[in-house]
């Protein structure tokens, strides 16, 4: 299993710009999440969805759109970038039956100038 | 929302000691884990552990729900367990896969 795969792992946008980060899992996880990481701090999350059709805000929505049209994967769009939105970037996935460990992509790295 | 409180937020240590970290949280919980975010910036799962004790090595979590509180222990501590540690919690009533992140510890290990 490749687990969460995301990509690209670096980005440079200029402000206004849009663009997708892509996330896939292959572990036929229902539950997917985007989190973003800002310098000296936690993750915070933006969307998460509980099951292809299905998503819903986090802490941080606004700018970001999301989509399931698949169990594997779940894109975050960034509609008209802003410098703000500089930061890393987590796409993680879980499955939660007995117990709920979630599992995270290596990140993708996004500056906007 | 639930919070989630981590201390201590800096801790250096010299290669061999051991320590504790503690997570606080203000609600109930149903679901807690730890990670280690290494210095390459890759998160890794270290314990999915909403109430009891696990242990994994040299590394040992103990969660006591009903105080809100959850402990990391590292034994031995090795420079490769420098990195950031964090808590995590979903509050919902049922697990929903979405976490609520504390602000982490941020551990150095020195040789």
């Known amino acids: 299993n490749a687990g969460v795969t995301q990509t690209p792992k670096f980005q440079v946008l200029k402000t206004g710009q849009s663009m997708t980060l892509q996330c896939a899992q292959d572990?036929?996880?229902?539950?997917m999440s985007w989190y973003r990481q800002d310098p000296g701090m936690g993750l915070r999350l933006i969307h998460y969805?509980?099951?292809?059709?299905?998503?819903d805000q986090g802490e941080v929505p606004n700018g970001y759109n999301v989509s399931r049209s698949t169990t594997e994967d779940f894109p975050l769009r960034l509609l008209s970038a802003a410098p703000s939105q500089t930061s890393v970037y987590f796409c993680a996935s879980s499955y939660c039956w007995d117990k709920c460990e979630q599992y995270f992509g290596p990140g993708t790295r996004l500056t906007v100038t | 929302g639930i919070q989630v409180e981590q201390s201590p937020p800096d801790l250096i240590l010299q290669e061999g000691a051991n320590s504790t970290l503690r997570c606080n949280f203000s609600d109930s919980v149903n679901n807690l884990q730890w990670f280690h975010q290494n210095p390459w910036g890759q998160l890794i799962n270290l314990f999915y552990i909403p109430s009891g004790t696990k242990q994994n090595g040299r590394l040992s979590a103990t969660t006591v729900a009903t105080e809100r509180y959850s402990l990391l222990y590292i034994s031995s501590s090795q420079t490769t367990d420098s990195g950031v540690y964090f808590c995590?919690?979903?509050?919902?009533?049922?697990?929903?896969?979405?976490?609520?992140f504390g602000q982490g510890t941020t551990l150095q290990v020195k040789p």
């Open positions: 572990m036929n996880h229902e539950y």
């Open positions: 969805s509980v099951g292809a059709g299905i998503t």
């Open positions: 995590a919690v979903d509050g919902g009533s049922s697990n929903t896969g979405k976490l609520i």
